[in-house]
């Protein structure tokens, strides 16, 4: 990315090579959801990245009239600023899913710990299959 | 079947957990006993299971807030009417339980009582750093101020719940350092809790889960979760619920 940056602006073969670049990321992240190493809505962040440089680098002056417009007198710093909210965001993303997936976690630990005492010395008289209510996983943590 | 449950969190407490079963059965023979092997790598399920207790083995460690929770899960769907914490270290006397019971039931009847080692003015308190007992006090005074009742020993872990506040915490309970956050879940769900008097002993083995570098962790992690607390809502747990009060009244 940062390559691309220093690059943008600047001449003719340069801006085929952004393009690459901007190419090769879409195309690693198509092979690594096709490996099944990346799930569809992780890349779909990623995909939106590598097709933002492509725009930019295929379009010449989106970038300075963009920057211009936002009264951001050096167009790479208007880049730079979004690329750095774009990480921020993706990081807060990650933090939330990590969250959910310890709980989730958490919650089938439990159930398995309570089916095995069951199964090994449980004693059949009480038993009750119902899940309690509160610990289906998606009810675990909003939406999104 | 017994319809009171002693609830033992344990990981790796081999030396300790027989003991801590015995003096359990000694002091409170209405219990059953539920040990919570918190995804110990030593001998401790099979010590506890030879002891003659029923053993949750969680695949992996999950904290002291996982395993108590799992506890009331299991107390819950077995339809258990009481259940106490008895940690696996040794530390919790069992021999307080039936005070712990006639308080539950006595005169106003609660839903949560815990056993305070700062209770007794002229007790001898706890054998731990100042720098510990500094930072209970802190806990005690924000939780009696949210509360509108003294809190003496937030921190404490030997706790008897009935079986609202089972089911309570089987649906919600606090992860990592539940003891300071559960009073509080109590307080916004508008059940009653209170405190006895009682003197804990030094832990036969294992270590505190709060080391000492952990511990400013600790103190941020509770007040943080303590301050959120405060701005969550919480889902009414039956149909005949009060809905809790999304703000919580500071006096």
């Known amino acids: 990315m940062t390559v691309a940056v220093t690059l943008l602006a600047s001449a003719l073969s340069q801006r085929i090579e952004v393009i690459a670049v901007a190419v090769g990321i879409c195309g690693l992240i198509f092979e690594l959801v096709r490996r099944k190493h990346l799930m569809e809505r992780y890349a779909i962040l990623w995909l939106l990245a590598g097709i933002t440089v492509l725009v930019l680098a295929l379009w010449k002056g989106l970038l300075t009239r963009l920057s211009h417009a936002v009264g951001i007198d050096y167009p790479p710093s208007a880049l730079f600023a979004v690329a750095f909210l774009f990480v921020i965001v993706l990081l807060v993303h990650f933090s939330i899913s990590v969250s959910r997936l310890s709980d989730q976690n958490k919650i089938l630990a439990q ?14 008289g009480a038993s ?5 209510e509160a610990t289906r996983i998606e009810e675990e943590l909003p939406a999104g | ?25 000694r002091s409170a023979p209405d219990f059953d006993v539920l040990v919570v092997d918190d995804g110990s790598t030593d001998a401790t399920a099979e010590r506890a299971f030879a002891a003659g207790a029923a053993v949750l083995r969680l695949p992996f460690n999950l ?30 006397d069992p021999s307080y339980i039936p005070d712990l019971v006639s308080r539950l039931h006595g005169g106003r009847a609660l839903n949560m009582v815990t ?69 509080l879940l109590m307080h916004a769900h508008r059940l009653r809790s ?10 036969v083995s294992g270590k505190s889960a709060i080391s000492s570098t952990q511990s400013g ?6 007040l943080l979760a303590v301050f959120v607390g405060l701005f969550r809502t919480r889902p009414a747990q039956r149909a005949d619920d009060v809905t809790p009060d999304v703000r919580t009244r500071v006096t």
Do not use: W
Not at chain 1, 112 to 117: I, R
Not at chain 2, 73 to 81: F, L, S
Not at chain 2, 194 to 203: A, D, F, W
């Open chain 1, 111 to 124: 159930r398995l710990a309570l089916l095995q005492e069951r199964l090994e010395h449980g004693q059949d």
């Open chain 2, 217 to 222: 962790y600790y103190m941020v992690k509770v």
């Open chain 1, 128 to 132: 009750d299959p119902a899940v309690p």
């Open chain 2, 115 to 183: 056993g305070s080692r700062f209770l007794d003015p002229h007790g001898e308190g706890y054998r731990s750093s100042a720098a510990r007992r500094v930072g209970i006090r802190v806990f005690s005074f924000v939780v009696s101020r949210i509360t509108g009742q003294r809190v003496t020993d937030p921190t404490s872990g030997f706790r008897m719940t009935d079986q609202r506040a089972i089911e309570l915490f089987a649906r919600d309970y606090p992860c990592d350092y539940p003891e300071v956050e559960a009073i």
């Open chain 2, 194 to 203: 209170g405190e006895i008097s009682v003197q804990m002993r030094p832990r």
């Open chain 2, 1 to 25: 079947m017994k319809r009171n449950l002693a609830i033992v969190p344990a990981h790796n407490e081999v030396a300790a957990i027989a003991s801590t079963i015995a003096s359990i059965r």
């Open chain 2, 63 to 92: 904290g002291i807030g996982g395993a108590m929770q799992s506890g009331y899960m299991y107390a819950m769907e077995n339809k258990y009417d009481l259940a106490v914490q008895v940690d696996g270290d040794g530390q919790h």
